[in-house]
């Protein structure tokens, strides 16, 4: 009976939103990483427009002071997250030091990695001017960036991407929040300039006859 009430007030444009902001924190939950809208939907037989008001719903209620989770919406998927000021805490918890943190040269590799994905090693081996295969295997044993593909190219060399882990720990909802927010490094542009240079040399063009 329940359950046709609830199909009775979404025909009529009412959705009772309650019942399925609690049923969106009890999936994410149990789900423990993030969850793509689309399988939402089908797992609450909810249209797109209504998911989104019970995500926003549950983002509001999640926002109080009082709470120590927080809802993180990546791209096209929503994941729960633990609050950033609560942050000590669970480095406490975790045995995290200051010595765990990221090497100039990592951060380095992944702002190229993050604002020219997907690359190869050999792309960011050419704006770093270095090696990176050490760089690269730390940071994907943190989970801050995998491999998404390969290239069309002899050896068919590894593409590389960030990962939603990324987006949590630096506290971006998408690549595009996070490039709207940054300017692209200087030597990136700079390489970039010179690939494009070095490319139009190597075109040859026919002559129209």
Excluded at 38 to 67: F, H, T, Y
């Amino acid at each position: 009976m329940e359950d046709k009430l609830y199909t009775v007030l979404e025909m009529e444009g009412l959705l009772e939103v309650e019942p399925y902001v609690s049923a969106l924190e009890s999936i994410l939950f149990a789900a423990g990483e993030a969850v793509r809208k689309k399988d939402l939907m089908r797992i609450l037989s909810l249209r797109e427009k209504d998911l989104d008001e019970v995500i926003a719903s549950l983002q509001e209620e999640l926002s109080g002071s009082r709470r120590g989770i927080r809802l993180m919406i990546l791209e096209n998927r929503i994941q729960l997250g633990t609050k950033e000021c609560n942050t000590h805490y669970l480095k406490e918890l975790l045995g995290v030091n200051d010595r765990q943190s990221l090497s100039k040269g990592a951060l380095e590799c992944l702002s190229i990695i993050a604002f020219k994905q997907p690359v190869t090693r050999v792309d960011i081996d050419e704006i770093r001017g270095v090696n990176s295969d050490y760089v690269l295997t730390k940071l994907q044993e943190k989970g801050l960036i995998k491999a998404v593909g390969r290239k069309d190219a002899p050896g068919r060399p590894k593409l590389y991407g960030t990962t939603d882990d990324f987006l949590i720990q630096f506290g971006f909802s998408s690549i595009r929040e996070m490039r709207e927010g940054h300017e692209i490094p200087q030597r990136i542009l700079e390489m970039d300039q010179k690939k494009k240079e070095a490319e139009k040399d190597e075109i040859e063009l026919f002559e129209e006859e």
